[in-house]
């Protein structure tokens, strides 16, 4: 709900009193990255994907996370191999919950955590041996169809080549084996990572089969969505109802042999834009393929998101069977959304994810009332907040240069225009081709968008706006539990979903509910409701 002016100014003021608790740089660093929304101020900036101060409990990831653990894991059919101490695996085996299932014989490694488990001695004497080892040792016990070597910190510290490992590998197996230089360290966030990543997914295997047209009618590739708690599946579900041909999924339940025809698309639908944009640009620059941003969360957007792909398309036959899917799965969903709207209506929520989710999701909790009044994201950029219109404008920094912006150039042969011209112009205007609008504007007045939110600050937070539900990660779950205020981890789902889709967002909504209505809640007291959480006694004279 928007917010009188009167009242905006009353939150501007509660901000700069939670950040007087900091030293004056770390104040000044700290309120760049928060916004009230306040559309009476125009275009509002945000400062985003700057380092985060030391000592800052923050809640980001880093560049090895971005890269292994978001845009690579999920490809199922390659062995992903870890060189580094195995404390960084073991941190991302199986955690982010990218499910994969392949026919009866196929390839699938989804289950496993390759690492060299590097030792004290291999930092001082070079781990690369025992690299080669483990890839003779993976490829001839796994088969894999591609081989990725993933390099965390101390590999770029000591200076281990992974390049040449890399190169002479596939010589030795005549598959590919792609290093990627993702040290932890090489960028301010996983988003560093996912640049990494897919700078080498466009350079080495999409578009490297010799396929020329696709394998079916209105092909698509679905980019940005990883199938945490099977999300993909539920989306492809209705996709194939209506009768669209997903050629590739990047990367959730993705494989190596399906991203070699991803050029053969004609639409690349765009659902996470942080962490795969890159790739949907490059494909467009390559292969003249648009890509259209997509929501698949919440009933509303989802559908809006079908409407939006059956008018790039423009086939009236298409376009009716879309209706008709639309309203076969509205029948089925509207009336429990509704059952849960009641029992959660007129409740507040923060929503703060890593990269997209926080924008995301605002929309599917407005769909059972409840109102988001702070949002952010770990480590998005200001594009993500402010819309892509403002991308000429960021500033590089140091920590930016740092990764390789890699150019791609016009396929002579396979360049082609999808859609006839006139008809891109029509539509142009209608559906969001090849642009992000970012999360502020749709934020109301006097919500909070904070940038890489930290614990200080979501205590603080919590205390101001009293949030009826957290929408977090793991790292402050907990935190948040034990102040008595439910948190719905929007990563991993908490060993649910699918969220995603029309059953999805059933699903989250049941969720939500058990959350509010858990006779659980009785059963907590927070420590300082018991008692003080200081106590001291004045004496006289000292004893
Ligand atoms: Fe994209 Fe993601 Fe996200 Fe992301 Fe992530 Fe994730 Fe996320 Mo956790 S790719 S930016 S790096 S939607 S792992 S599936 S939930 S922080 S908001």
């Known amino acids: 709900m928007a917010l009188s002016k009167h009242e905006i100014e009353k939150r501007k003021k509660a901000l700069e009193k939670i950040l007087e608790a900091y030293p ?7 309120r760049s990255h928060i916004v009230v929304r306040d559309t009476s101020e125009g275009a509002q900036e945000i400062t985003a994907n700057t380092r985060t101060l030391p000592g800052i409990m923050t809640n980001r990831g880093c560049a090895f996370a971005g890269c292994k653990g978001v845009v690579l894991g999920p490809i199922k059919d390659m062995a992903h191999i870890v060189h580094g101490p195995i404390g960084c695996s073991y941190y991302a085996w199986g955690t982010r919950r990218n499910k994969a299932k392949t026919a009866e014989g196929e390839v699938n490694l989804i289950n496993y955590a390759f690492s060299t488990d590097m030792q004290e001695s291999d930092v001082v004497f070079g781990g690369e041996k025992k690299l080669i080892a483990m890839i003779d040792e993976v490829v001839e016990t796994m088969k894999p169809k591609a081989v990725t070597i993933t390099a965390t910190c101390p590999v770029g510290l000591i200076g281990d080549d992974i390049g040449s490992v890399a190169k002479a590998a596939e010589k030795k197996y005549g598959i590919p084996v792609m290093s990627f230089n993702c040290e ?8 560093a990572g996912h640049h990494i990543a897919n700078n080498v997914l466009m350079q080495r295997i999409i578009g490297s089969s010799d396929l020329e047209e696709p394998a079916g009618k209105y092909a698509i590739n679905i980019l940005g969505e990883y199938n945490i ?18 050629v590739s999924v990047m990367t959730g339940d993705g494989s190596y042999e ?6 053969t698309a004609e639409l690349n639908l ?3 834009h942080r962490s795969i944009n890159y790739i949907a640009e490059m494909l467009e620059e390559k292969y003249g393929t648009p890509w259209l941003k997509v929501n698949f969360i919440g009933v509303q957007s989802t559908a809006q ?12 036959a298409l376009i009716q069977k879309t209706e008709e899917v639309i309203a076969k799965e509205l029948a089925q969903v509207e009336v429990v959304m509704e059952q849960y709207k009641k029992l959660c209506e007129g409740k507040t929520a923060f929503c703060f994810v890593g990269g997209s989710r926080g924008h995301h999701y605002q929309g599917l909790f407005k769909e059972i009332g409840i109102d988001t009044v702070l949002a952010g994201y770990e480590f998005a950029h200001r594009d993500d907040y402010e819309g892509r219109e403002v991308i000429p404008n960021i500033k590089m920094d140091a920590d930016n240069k740092n990764i390789e912006e890699i150019k791609v150039t016009k396929d002579e042969k396979r360049y082609k225009l999808k859609i006839p011209k006139e008809r891109l112009e029509e539509i142009k205007d209608k559906i969001p081709l090849s642009y992000y609008n970012g999360m502020i504007k749709d934020m109301d007045d006097g919500t909070f968008i904070v940038d890489d939110l930290n614990h200080y600050e979501t205590e603080e937070f919590i205390k101001l706006l009293k949030p009826d539900i957290l929408a977090s990660g793991i790292k402050d779950k907990y935190v948040i539990q034990k102040m008595g205020i439910p948190s719905k981890q929007l990563h991993s789902y908490d060993y649910s979903g699918p969220y995603a889709g029309f059953k999805g967002a059933v699903k989250f909504a049941e969720d939500v509910t058990m959350g509010f209505t858990s006779p659980t809640w009785n059963y907590i007291v927070p420590p300082w409701k018991s008692s003080p959480t200081l106590e001291g006694t004045v004496t006289e004279g000292g004893e």
């Not at 004056?24 to 700290?30: F, I, L, M, Q, Y």
């Not at 399906?258 to 050029?263: E, I, T």
């Not at 998101?305 to 009236?316: C, E, H, K």
Request: aromatic share 10%; charged share 30%; hydrophobic share 30%.
């Open 24 to 30: 004056a740089k770390t104040k000044k660093n700290r």
């Open 184 to 191: 932890g360290y090489k960028g301010v966030s996983q988003s």
């Open 229 to 246: 708690g099977g999300d993909s599946w539920e989306i492809e579900r209705v996709l194939k109802d209506i009768g669209y041909h997903v």
């Open 258 to 263: 399906q991203l070699k025809d991803a050029h």
């Open 270 to 272: 765009v659902q996470c």
């Open 305 to 316: 998101s079908l409407r939006d792909m059956a008018l790039y398309f423009g086939d009236p």
